[in-house]
């Protein structure tokens, strides 16, 4: 069984940067990790996914050229995926959520967990 545990959050003024960090234990590369956030009063969103060996990188249009995501997977059974987030906006305020399954396809092109695990959550605030 997975467990996800996000890092990383903050309060950042707007045209700055963060970087998240989700922490996997007993990750494979099997299964497909993704960044979802959910702002006050709007339904959750995916917002970025890294899958399989060759770590293949998917965004929503939103975040495309503003947000990067990244695998470090050197030790065998655990694995750290980061969200590099530049350019910020106060659009981008949201609580930050990694999720992994093995439905890979689902989750990355679809942003859809199905038999999927969760973290829980980490704030960001895009504000002056």
């Known amino acids: 069984q997975l467990q996800l545990v996000e890092s990383g959050g903050g309060l950042v003024q707007p045209g700055g940067s963060l970087t998240l960090s989700c922490a996997v234990s007993?990750?494979?590369?099997?299964?497909?990790i993704a960044w979802f956030r959910q702002a006050p009063g709007k339904e959750r969103e995916g917002v970025s996914c890294?899958?399989?060996?060759?770590?293949?990188?998917?965004?929503?249009d939103s975040v495309k050229g503003r947000f990067t995501i990244s695998r470090d997977n050197s030790n065998n059974s655990n694995s750290t995926v980061y969200l590099q987030m530049n350019s910020l906006k106060p659009e981008d305020t949201a609580v930050y959520y990694c999720?992994?399954?093995?439905?890979?396809?689902?989750?990355?092109?679809?942003?859809?967990?199905?038999?999927?695990?969760w973290g829980q959550g980490t704030q960001v605030t895009v504000s002056s």
């Open positions: 007993g990750f494979t590369l099997n299964y497909a």
């Open positions: 890294i899958s399989g060996p060759a770590a293949d990188e998917y965004y929503a």
């Open positions: 999720a992994a399954s093995q439905l890979r396809f689902s989750l990355c092109i679809h942003f859809r967990v199905s038999e999927g695990y």
